[in-house]
């Protein structure tokens, strides 16, 4: 049924000066809404054949100006909604011209997002969101699509459309999430309708798998710990893992840009740089050791990863992937001398650190066992919703 979009002198309304309320009168499916175009008139200069003001009526020109102009809103709105072929009513129609949808596109929204990341200095959560980008440019061949595009259909085929390119179980959720997190930012910031959101349905969690074990027991990580090596090029991956063991699991991009003004009231505080949370932790004994020993006055972070060489952006960052690499390389071969079931890792310090606090019997709404399985920051939430006794209690069952 068509849609009629009128407006009437609502006579029956009389305001306190007297006069009646001019209204856009919505008509469909035989229902009608009225709203309001903040214009009223006394009903004598209103012509109700015709609903249009009289020759006589004051204001005339300026009125008849409003009219047109309110008149065309709607029109142009119902055309938008016929056009992507969404249903509505005469109130949701009102709802929608009222409070407008800023009309931006799924890429202008990803766009902005990378944009925010690079000036939060977020860049490595920044290049993830950027790789999901590139891969639905390459799915849909652009993204000049509206958010009430990505409907349960267009989830689906693009999840078959990874599949057919082998792509991993959990690279795939990993897009999924991301996607969704966009599409949560799009309703905070008014661009899609809540109404819209296809994820009630269509399940991101059913695309994981279990990944490979990265923890190992208290006495690998006590023959981790214990290994002798005089070689600097050995002793220092041994140290950065075991500083991480022992301050929550820190992880190594974490670690490379500590500086004195982290440590206060002695206590390791710094933001996760992939998520901003704020961590705060009690140095424990070894970790204050560590400190004391890669002191430098010359160099302002508390281990020789960087330095005040490194000025830009992009050279701490390719910096920081050389140096992990053969840190990497290094506890792998430790690990392989010490006879240990896995690879060794400056991560396997991240989970083992969770994983061994859980075997202690702390509780698990402190330390979450899923460490790396699923986020992050939700971890990292848990280690900053305790009180300082809590955590401090905690982490005496690391060895």
């Known amino acids: 049924m068509s849609t009629t979009i009128n407006v009437v002198c609502y006579k029956s309304k009389v305001l306190k000066n007297n006069e009646s309320p001019l209204m856009i009168r919505i008509c469909k499916d035989r229902k009608m809404k009225y709203e309001s175009i903040g214009i009223s008139l006394d009903p004598k200069y209103w012509d109700f054949k015709a609903n249009k003001p009289t020759s006589k009526c004051p204001n005339k020109e300026y009125i008849e100006k409003v009219i047109t102009e309110k008149t065309i809103t709607y029109t142009d709105k119902i055309l938008e909604l016929k056009a992507m072929e969404k249903e509505f009513t005469a109130t949701t129609l009102a709802e929608k011209v009222n409070n407008p949808v800023k009309l931006k596109t799924v890429g202008d929204v990803f766009l902005d997002y990378m944009e925010r990341l690079s000036a939060e200095k977020r860049t490595g959560y920044m290049l993830s969101v950027k790789q999901v980008y590139n891969s639905l440019i390459k799915f849909n061949k652009h993204l000049n699509i509206y958010f009430p595009d990505i409907d349960m259909a267009w989830l689906r085929k ?5 599949r057919s390119n082998n792509i991993k179980e959990n690279t795939i959720g990993i897009r999924f999430r991301t996607l969704r997190a966009i599409y949560n930012l ?3 910031e008014n661009i899609v309708k809540a109404e819209y959101y296809p994820f009630k349905k269509y399940k991101v ?22 290994y002798k090596s005089s070689n600097p090029f050995t002793r220092l991956p041994i140290d950065l893992f075991t500083f991480s063991y022992f301050m929550g ?3 190594f991009v974490d670690m490379a840009y500590l500086t004195k003004d982290n440590i206060i009231d002695n206590r390791l505080i710094y933001s996760r740089r992939k998520t901003s949370k704020l961590i705060k932790l009690p140095l424990q004994p070894k970790a204050i050791e560590l400190i004391h020993k890669y002191a430098d006055p010359d160099n302002p972070y508390l281990f020789p990863i960087l330095s005040t060489f490194h000025k830009t952006e992009q050279q701490q960052r390719n910096r920081i992937h050389k140096v992990i690499s053969k840190v990497n390389d290094r506890l792998k071969a430790i690990g392989k001398e010490l006879n240990l079931p896995i ?21 698990t709404s402190l330390i979450c066992e899923a460490l790396g399985h699923s986020s992050e920051r939700v971890t990292q939430i848990y280690l900053d919703s305790f009180g300082n006794d809590q955590m401090e209690d905690a982490m005496k069952n690391l060895l």
């Not at 693009?158 to 990874?162: A, D, I, R, S, V």
């Not at 969690?205 to 208290?218: D, F, G, N, P, Q």
Request: net charge positive; glycine share 4%.
């Open 158 to 162: 693009y999840e078959t459309w990874l």
């Open 249 to 251: 699991g820190i992880n």
């Open 186 to 188: 799009a309703i905070e």
């Open 205 to 226: 969690s059913k695309l994981h798998e279990e990944t490979a074990k990265r923890a190992i027991t208290k006495e690998d990580i006590n023959k981790v710990l214990s």
């Open 343 to 363: 690879d060794l890792t400056t991560y396997v310090a991240r989970h083992s650190f969770a994983t061994s606090l859980k075997r202690s019997g702390v509780n």
